[in-house]
């Protein structure tokens, strides 16, 4: 039976599937996007782990009720759990950079998404309400604002679980208080392969921000990018953690570019050689997995933001990344892959986005 | 060769069950084999293990565990770093939740040594709004400036620069 806690909108399933925005218009360098989650419960409810499904629909028909009139939202719709196939909820993990997986999500929970392909809220996993937002053009400040405005609109009709001592309440103490998350993608390249990243990490100790790599493990930096988020929820405000954060990127930022800059100005010969490979790899291999398509995406994204290979834009390479990542690519190809034919699949697709690519590298 | 079969963990970086530093390596020998696991010091599982049910032991003079009247989390639970069932189990796990987020490290440094009674939130409550103060932007980049020009990269300064100098005009756009 379907969900009767959500408001069904069945043709909107698919278009789950099709949003690419704000990935296909990205052209950030280095700063790829950053993503905001705040946690909130309701009072009087037990958290979701130990609620009844009569009353987990109950939660969803008030909160979603509610997310359809909140303006600032862009015709926002809902699906429920069950009703979604597991590639379209991997669709939803890769588009918002969720890396702790929902693929057990059943009937109770729910997504609420938008038309800006920057909004979910995630309704009744760990906890009653999950409010993300996804911002590509470096505006932390912004898009907390927008978020504390959609909890706002939600405040009239949820009174959340909140305690003068721990702050808000959330099923995980270790994401109470502000229940903020703000997490920033990096792309740093020249300094993992330079083998700077360390030094930096040693020179530039902060105990509020933690650094991983986008799967949350901190020793695999997977297509040389870093996930940098704040460690502390409780015992800080908002306006540290994004202050702490704004510091911490801009720190990255500056010595990406120096070493960048190096590297342009030395050629340095590893680089050289990675450029070059990772483009013979994508224009030549007939297999290629997830990991080592995105490692010769970053490598092929370097090249071209040190002048040495033309033919395809940062915009288009930046949506490499998430187009080469299974679901995305079913999307992309339209067409469901089996898991023997996906590496297969994937070198194929990629060898037709980047077939245009030269190389003009000095010796 | 031993005729035991012996069944180790790669490695003993947690506790196997609370994901806590590990103390204690337990070797349990049931028939053939061997079983090594590497556990916490206050790990319920140790002590279910060499004392019988913790439900019902109460072990070196301390209380049985704490049930939540809201939802029925145990004491146990929390110290296994489950998730908590209620709002209720932060009053009745108060102590517990705060000596838990102590030692995994949650907890903002500068609050460890807060009074007991002390709030440990420090930001919004509901209703407020959610407004950042537009000059921490200016101030991030300001300092990143003067680490620059410290370091004589005036390449980066001048990037800076330009970053402030737009920032700054905005400011101003928005301000008319």
């Known amino acids: 039976m379907a969900n009767e806690g959500v408001r069904k909108k069945p043709a909107e399933t698919s278009k789950i599937i099709t949003q690419l925005s704000p990935w296909n218009s990205n052209q950030n360098i280095i700063w790829l996007a950053s993503t905001l989650a705040l946690h909130r419960n309701i009072e009087k409810f037990k958290f979701p782990q130990k609620l009844d499904t009569e009353r987990k629909k109950h939660i969803l028909s008030l909160v979603t009720k509610t997310l359809f009139d909140i303006k600032g939202l862009d ?21 918002f950079l969720i890396f702790e997986g929902f693929q057990e999500a059943r009937t109770g929970e729910a997504f609420v998404l938008d ?71 990096l792309h740093l390249p020249a300094l993992i392969h ?62 990406e570019k120096h070493a960048r800059n190096r590297i342009k100005s030395e050629m340095t010969p590893i680089i050289k050689d990675k450029v070059s490979r990772a483009l013979g790899t994508l224009q030549f291999s007939y297999q290629l997995d997830t990991v080592e398509a995105l490692s010769t995406i970053s490598a092929l994204k370097l090249g071209i933001e040190l002048g040495w290979v033309t033919g395809v834009s940062v915009e288009e390479i930046n949506r490499l990344f998430f187009t080469c990542r299974k679901a995305h690519l079913s999307s992309s190809l339209k067409e469901k892959i089996a898991n023997e034919d996906e590496a297969l699949k994937r070198a194929e697709y990629l060898r037709e986005k980047t077939k245009a690519a030269t190389a003009s590298i000095q010796r | 060769m031993s005729e035991y079969m012996e069944q180790l963990p790669e490695r003993h970086l947690e506790c196997g069950e609370c994901k806590k530093p590990i103390v204690v390596v337990y070797t349990e020998i049931v028939g053939k084999m061997i079983y090594r696991l590497g556990m916490c010091a206050d790990c319920p599982i140790l002590r ?129």
């Not at chain 2, 019988?52 to 003079?61: F, K, N, S, V, Y």
């Not at chain 2, 145990?74 to 939740?97: A, I, R």
């Open chain 1, 75 to 95: 015709h926002p719709f809902a699906v429920g759990a069950e009703e979604l196939a597991p590639f379209e909820k991997n669709f939803l993990l890769e588009h």
């Open chain 1, 115 to 185: 038309d800006s392909g920057q909004f979910l809220a995630l309704l009744n996993l760990k906890d009653h309400i999950q409010l993300r937002y996804t911002d590509v053009s470096g505006d932390l400040e912004g898009s907390w604002a927008k978020l504390v405005a959609v909890e706002n609109g939600l405040a009239p009709t949820c009174n959340f679980a909140f305690s003068q001592k721990f702050g808000f309440l959330t099923a995980d103490p270790a994401i109470s208080g502000t229940g903020l998350i703000v997490t920033a993608y």
């Open chain 1, 194 to 255: 330079l083998n700077e990243l360390q030094d930096f990490f040693e020179k530039e100790k902060n105990e509020a921000i933690l650094c991983t790599g986008i799967q949350g493990n901190p020793d695999e930096f997977i297509g040389d990018m870093l996930a940098v988020r704040n460690a502390y929820t409780i015992g800080v405000n908002e306006e540290s953690i994004i202050g702490a954060l704004r510091s911490a990127i801009l720190k990255f930022v500056i010595a």
């Open chain 2, 48 to 176: 279910q293990k060499l004392h019988g049910d913790a439900r019902l032991t109460a072990i070196g003079g301390q209380a049985a565990e704490l049930v939540c009247g809201g939802c029925g989390t145990t004491s146990d639970e929390v110290k296994m770093g489950s998730l908590l069932g209620c709002s209720l189990c932060y009053e009745v796990f108060e102590d517990l939740v705060i000596q838990e987020l102590q030692t995994a490290n949650r907890l903002a440094q500068k609050m460890s040594a807060v009074k007991k009674v002390a709030p440990l939130h420090m930001g919004r409550i509901p209703g407020q709004p959610g407004e950042v103060n537009p000059a921490l932007k200016l101030a991030a980049l300001h300092q990143a400036l003067h680490d620059t020009l410290g370091r004589e990269d005036y390449e980066e300064a001048a990037w800076l620069r330009d970053q402030i100098k737009a920032l700054t005009e905005e400011k101003k756009n928005n301000g008319k």
